[in-house]
């Protein structure tokens, strides 16, 4: 046993990728497609998805939200974690993204489980109901992190899940000169603050926020 960590480099970051459970065709194929339509590749690793469904399956996660769906890849990853009867309720705010999304979540296995919410999150947001989901994971515009936060505590119930994607603030979590990157630089100190939940970055992926509401 050691105090000391070992460094998070990218030897250990590719040998982490290789011996994760890994993307399947379909979402290979659906990067490839939003690629083409102009959608940029920011959606998360295959890493961040199979560790985000295993955190749904531990927690028996029914009911999840998620703010930011892009084009529906991290939507996919996590709804394949839900039961049958299980809901994701995904919010987008680009009509484009929203119509990508929605054209392979129909052709996806777990069709029957998303549902796109068109629209502004901090309009849609207080329509949900307090302790309706299970997880929440927020995945959008940077600057609305601590806005995202407060309604993802109020719609998740006490032991669920928050989870928040780009901890590491695209790699340039170091500078200083960055609008996004300060952004990301003061949510983290909020989440590192926050006493409803006890939460860790975990570091896949651009750093994933792992939190339990307490």
């Known amino acids: 046993m050691s105090e000391k960590s070992t460094p998070v480099t990218d030897d250990y970051i590719r040998y982490l990728a290789k011996h994760t459970t890994q993307e399947d065709d379909f979402l290979r194929k659906l990067k490839a497609a939003a690629k083409a339509k102009g959608i940029p590749p920011i959606w998360i690793s295959p890493e961040q998805g199979s560790f985000m469904q295993i955190l749904l399956k531990a927690v028996h996660a029914r009911e999840v939200v998620e703010i930011g ?41 777990v069709a029957g489980r998303i549902t796109v919410h068109r629209g502004k999150a901090e309009e849609i947001l207080p329509q949900f ?8 994971f927020i995945d959008a515009d ?14 998740v ?6 989870l928040a994607d780009n901890a590491f603030a695209f790699g340039r979590l170091f500078e200083s000169s960055d609008e996004a990157v300060a952004a990301i630089q003061a949510f983290n100190h909020i989440m590192a603050q926050e006493t409803a939940l006890q939460s860790i970055i975990v570091p896949v992926g651009d750093g994933l926020w792992f939190g339990v509401k307490l």
């Open 69 to 109: 769906t892009l084009a529906g890849y991290s939507a996919i990853w996590m709804a394949r974690a839900l039961p049958a009867d299980g809901g994701l309720r995904t919010i987008e705010i680009s009509p484009e993204h929203a119509d990508i999304a929605e054209r392979w979540i129909s052709k996806s296995d």
């Open 129 to 136: 109901a307090a302790n309706s989901a299970d997880a929440a």
């Open 142 to 155: 940077k600057t609305s992190y601590p806005l995202f936060l407060r309604e993802s505590l109020r719609i």
């Open 157 to 162: 119930r006490r032991g669920g899940l928050i």
